[in-house]
């Protein structure tokens, strides 16, 4: 703020000598000097300082490591979930390249399917169960019930797309025996059905935005993306 009221009364006083003064040689050598002490000004003034840099008491610092041990902990499971929806879906894309390559039958294509169908329904219902832990601040306890909000909705949406492809793979449904036909019926389910991509990096660094020791703040930037569960 008296950076601002500094740089309106140098505006003012500028006008004023810009009339008054008879010289427009001495005129510029101040302007120039003072364009070169605001500028020492604007660049040596000191910064505020982020929350987070702040310094904080021991007991602040203790909880704050204690907060972080507990999402940590909680949030190894959480990838784990991740990572199994991803590998189920990479299963997916296999088994229909699989069957559109004539590599598989379509009666293999149908029992894959039907297999993955209940790994699926299993990690959705895991998913579905996986609560944070009550020790949490409720700050980082509402952002990881909306981890595993997003994380159950794009499970039932994975499950579901799943489902369909294999209820359109079962032989005894099928309306036709041509095999690129079949491929292409089934490619057009997965078109269709597929889940948008999973975003939690919002979520992700909001907790750790939370639960950042002063010291965590210049590297968290850098170090935040290393570690985020890639978006499926």
Known sequence: MLIYIGAIVAVLLLV?????????????????????????????WPKPHHTNDIAISQEERTERAQQQQIFATWYENYQKDIDDLDHNWQQYHKILADFKADIISIQTTYLRLS?????????????????????????????????????????????????LTRAAADPANLRTDDQEEQSRMLQAVMIRESPPALFIADEIAAIRENLALPEETATDTSAGSSNEPQNK
């Open 16 to 44: 004023l000598l810009y009339h008054y003064i008879p010289s427009r040689r001495i005129f510029f050598c101040f302007f120039f000097v003072l364009c070169a002490s605001s500028a020492i000004v604007f660049f040596f």
């Open 115 to 163: 297999q993955l169908e209940k790994d699926s329904q299993s990690l959705e219902d895991r998913i579905a169960g996986r609560t944070p832990p009550l020790a949490l601040n409720d700050y980082c306890y509402d952002q990881s019930i909306e981890l595993v909000r997003k994380a159950h909705d794009y499970a039932d949406a994975q499950h579901r797309a799943i489902a």
